[in-house]
């Protein structure tokens, strides 16, 4: 991907078997997408497999001494080849061997999505509520109005790159492997400030190409804190409500973006419910998302400073991820240690938990790292 976009628009769509500009990009986009063909292709099958199969049996309807050993033989291996042919272009088992767009049923999505979340996501109640419910509403919608747009804000190992990672799974079978789902990271793809004019241009171009093949492309902006402010306002149109920009809809895509920008606010509600003797699992969406809008527009060392998808309203969700308490650090311990198949030696979990340093310096609530370095630790205390 990094090569990608830092070589021409044109090649990096290239890379990815596609465009959306040009006579192909027209010519693709003139033939209803993946969903369309799809259809087309579908009951073509159907007849062709009908046929084949009838062609199989009329040898069997004739009488013996009627049909040349030969004749007979040829006609059923021709008969078999061409059934084969069309069962395995059949849409729904032809994406079993390759993948294809729109490949898990919706409903099986969701539910893949809040399985994972359940069972491996700890101390995020907000998130599993709202990236749950956003996600499935809007793959079980037909007639989305624009794209769904989640921004995750949090500190360093609260979950946000673990949840778009989950998010892509439950979407996909190959997840961030997939061809139809693209990740970008601003200190790699985008370093430059005096580039950015060229960044916007490739950014565009490979959003359009990309939804050009797949209406249900899922595209994760990491480091948004990093991201050189006015950049990623190029997008704007592609979240909009527009129901068609150059014959393209991008009405079923996925837009997720991740930041650190915010945690300080988030942190001080957290906190404030803490000192007040409530539990954190009493927070709720309304106490934080408003203030945490206003802090990531407003903060000059964010790619949302001053943003237009912001100051439109383009970003469905802002959510919050919570600091980890020392207990959800033990809890990512334990998962990691079982993940890797070996038996749980709880004086090492405690240990581990315990080498971590928390904030604020008096109460030493939250893990500075939440269970970012977990995997480093057990390295250490186990023979792996």
Same mark, same amino acid.
């Given at each position: 991907?990094?090569?990608?976009?830092?070589?021409?628009?044109?090649?990096?769509?290239?890379?990815?078997?596609?465009?959306?500009?040009?006579?192909?990009?027209?010519?693709?986009?003139?033939?209803?997408?993946?969903?369309?063909?799809?259809?087309?292709?579908?009951?073509?099958?159907?007849?062709?497999?009908?046929?084949?199969?009838?062609?199989?049996?009329?040898?069997?309807?004739?009488?013996?001494?009627?049909?040349?050993?030969?004749?007979?033989?040829?006609?059923?291996?021709?008969?078999?080849?061409?059934?084969?042919?069309?069962?395995?272009?059949?849409?729904?088992?032809?994406?079993?061997?390759?993948?294809?767009?729109?490949?898990?049923?919706?409903?099986?999505?969701?539910?893949?999505?809040?399985?994972?979340?359940?069972?491996?996501?700890?101390?995020?109640?907000?998130?599993?509520?709202?990236?749950?419910? !956003?996600?499935?509403? $809007? #793959?079980? =919608?037909?007639? &989305?109005? %624009?794209?769904?747009?989640?921004? +995750?804000?949090? /500190?360093?190992?609260?979950?946000?790159?673990?949840?778009?990672?989950?998010?892509?799974?439950?979407?996909?079978?190959?997840?961030?492997?997939?061809?139809?789902?693209?990740?970008?990271?601003?200190?790699?793809?985008?370093?430059?400030?005096?580039?950015?004019?060229?960044?916007?241009?490739?950014?565009?171009?490979?959003?359009?190409?990309?939804?050009?093949?797949?209406?249900?492309?899922?595209?994760?902006?990491?480091?948004?804190?990093?991201?050189?402010?006015?950049?990623?306002?190029?997008?704007?149109?592609?979240?909009?409500?527009?129901?068609?920009?150059?014959?393209?809809?991008?009405?079923? !895509?996925?837009?997720? $973006? #991740?930041? =650190?920008?915010? &945690?300080? %606010?988030?942190?001080?509600?957290? +906190?404030?419910? /803490?000192?007040?003797?409530?539990?954190?699992?009493?927070?709720?969406?309304?106490?934080?998302?408003?203030?945490?809008?206003?802090?990531?527009?407003?903060?000059?060392?964010?790619?949302?400073?001053?943003?237009?998808?912001?100051?439109?309203?383009?970003?469905?969700?802002?959510?919050?991820?919570?600091?980890?308490?020392?207990?959800?650090?033990?809890?990512?311990?334990?998962?990691?240690?079982?993940?890797?198949?070996?038996?749980?030696?709880?004086?090492?979990?405690?240990?581990?938990?315990?080498?971590?340093?928390?904030?604020?310096?008096?109460?030493?609530?939250?893990?500075?790292?939440?269970?970012?370095?977990?995997?480093?630790?057990?390295?250490?205390?186990?023979?792996?």
């Amino acid at each position: 991907m990094a090569a990608a976009l830092s070589a021409s628009p044109a090649s990096a769509l290239t890379q990815d078997g596609g465009g959306g500009s040009g006579v192909a990009g027209r010519k693709r986009r003139r033939s209803g997408g993946a969903g369309g063909e799809a259809g087309r292709a579908m009951k073509l099958r159907r007849g062709s497999l009908r046929a084949a199969l009838g062609l199989a049996l009329l040898p069997l309807l004739r009488p013996a001494s009627a049909v040349e050993p030969i004749s007979l033989g040829l006609a059923i291996a021709g008969a078999a080849a061409s059934a084969l042919t069309g069962f395995i272009s059949y849409p729904r088992l032809y994406c079993y061997f390759r993948e294809c767009c729109l490949q898990r049923h919706d409903q099986r999505a969701a539910a893949a999505l809040q399985e994972s979340l359940d069972r491996k996501l700890f101390g995020q109640h907000l998130v599993n509520k709202v990236v749950v419910k !956003a996600v499935k509403g $809007f #793959l079980n =919608n037909t007639n &989305a109005k %624009k794209p769904l747009a989640l921004s +995750l804000h949090g /500190w360093t190992g609260t979950g946000k790159n673990f949840v778009s990672k989950i998010v892509a799974e439950s979407i996909y079978k190959r997840g961030l492997q997939s061809k139809y789902v693209h990740q970008f990271v601003a200190t790699l793809h985008f370093p430059h400030a005096h580039s950015i004019n060229l960044y916007k241009d490739q950014l565009q171009s490979w959003i359009r190409g990309n939804v050009s093949i797949c209406p249900r492309s899922l595209f994760i902006f990491d480091e948004m804190d990093k991201m050189h402010a006015g950049l990623i306002d190029s997008i704007k149109p592609f979240l909009d409500y527009y129901e068609l920009l150059d014959g393209v809809s991008y009405r079923q !895509a996925i837009f997720i $973006f #991740l930041s =650190n920008a915010g &945690a300080e %606010k988030i942190t001080e509600v957290a +906190l404030d419910f /803490w000192r007040n003797g409530r539990s954190r699992e009493d927070i709720q969406l309304t106490d934080i998302q408003n203030a945490l809008s206003v802090s990531v527009f407003n903060n000059k060392n964010s790619g949302f400073w001053h943003s237009t998808l912001i100051d439109r309203n383009l970003i469905d969700y802002f959510v919050p991820f919570l600091p980890m308490e020392y207990k959800h650090v033990k809890m990512c311990v334990r998962v990691e240690i079982e993940s890797r198949g070996y038996a749980v030696d709880e004086d090492i979990l405690t240990r581990i938990a315990d080498e971590m340093t928390y904030f604020p310096r008096e109460e030493r609530i939250y893990s500075d790292k939440g269970c970012k370095t977990v995997d480093a630790k057990l390295d250490y205390y186990y023979d792996f």
